[in-house]
């Protein structure tokens, strides 16, 4: 079984063990790095993601999986990225976090981790974080940069309210604002007066270095 099997297998079957030991065993023999297993598990997530659409799966199985995949993240891949960046001069700050009202982790902090191992300092504020608080850390940091992630069509229009009380503020242009999550396009983005908006967390990489760097 190759490792991408390996994986998908683990998270499928809830293997928690299973999916923690074979990360730590890859990164210890240095046949991987994190980010490399870090895509892997995004792309069964998506796969997951898709055959939840297509209602060949439900909400419980993807609450298992999602569980144990956000625990591998935490514990594993995330730390053995902060280990790497420790040497590396900071690309910049950016303040990132998953919209009020929407729970929904994953891409986020893959986006983040991606951010992180390129050289930015991120500051993950986590889920249902609302705007003041976007706002009040990227104040408290001096970040140049908040991304927003929203993965519910209900939730989305908290991205236009941060963009609007930043405005409020008079701090609008102190930031760049960079958007994105499933129902988020790049037209969405320009509608809402977002600074950019990225597909995945690869694009958001590049998008970021654009934009502040
Ligand atoms: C896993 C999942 C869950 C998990 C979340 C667990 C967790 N810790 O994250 C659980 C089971 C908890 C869940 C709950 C719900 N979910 Co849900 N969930 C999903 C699912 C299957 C996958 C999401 C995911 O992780 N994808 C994998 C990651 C890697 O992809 P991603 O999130 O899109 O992120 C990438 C890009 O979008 C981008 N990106 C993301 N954020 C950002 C931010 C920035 C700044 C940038 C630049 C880029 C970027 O980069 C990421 C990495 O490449 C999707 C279906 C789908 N196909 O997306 C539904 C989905 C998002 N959920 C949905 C729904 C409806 C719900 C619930 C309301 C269900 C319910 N009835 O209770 C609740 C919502 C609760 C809440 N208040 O938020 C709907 C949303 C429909 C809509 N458009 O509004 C979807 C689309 C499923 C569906 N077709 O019905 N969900």
């Known amino acids: 079984m190759t490792l991408e099997e390996s994986i998908k297998e683990y998270i499928l079957e809830w293997d928690e063990?299973?999916?923690i030991n074979t990360c730590k065993s890859t990164l210890e023999k240095e046949e991987v790095t994190p980010e490399v297993l870090l895509k892997m598990i995004g792309d069964v997530m998506q796969f997951l993601g898709d055959e939840f659409e297509r209602e060949e799966i439900f909400l419980p199985d993807l609450i298992g999986s999602a569980s144990i995949v956000k625990t591998v993240i935490d514990e594993v891949l995330d730390p053995a990225i902060r280990a790497k960046g420790k040497e590396r001069e900071s690309q910049g700050k950016i303040v990132l976090g998953?919209?009020?009202s929407d729970v929904h982790s994953i891409g986020k902090d893959l986006v983040a981790s991606f951010l992180f191992s390129n050289g930015f300092e991120v500051f993950n504020?986590?889920?249902d974080v609302p705007a003041e608080q976007f706002i009040e850390k990227a104040e408290e940091v001096g970040a140049q940069a908040i991304g927003l992630s929203s993965l519910l069509t209900m939730s989305?229009?908290?991205?236009?309210?941060?963009?609007s009380?930043?405005?409020k503020r008079g701090i609008r242009e102190?930031?760049?604002v960079i958007v994105g999550g499933?129902?988020?396009?790049?037209e969405w983005a320009e509608e809402?007066?977002?600074d950019g908006w990225a597909d995945d967390a690869i694009e958001a990489v590049s998008l970021l270095k654009k934009l502040i760097t």
């Open 17 to 19: 063990d299973g999916l």
């Open 174 to 176: 102190k930031y760049k």
């Open 182 to 186: 499933s129902p988020t396009s790049d």
């Open 125 to 127: 504020l986590g889920v």
């Open 192 to 194: 809402i007066g977002a």
């Open 98 to 100: 998953t919209v009020e």
């Open 156 to 163: 989305m229009d908290f991205q236009r309210q941060l963009i």
């Open 165 to 167: 009380e930043l405005e």
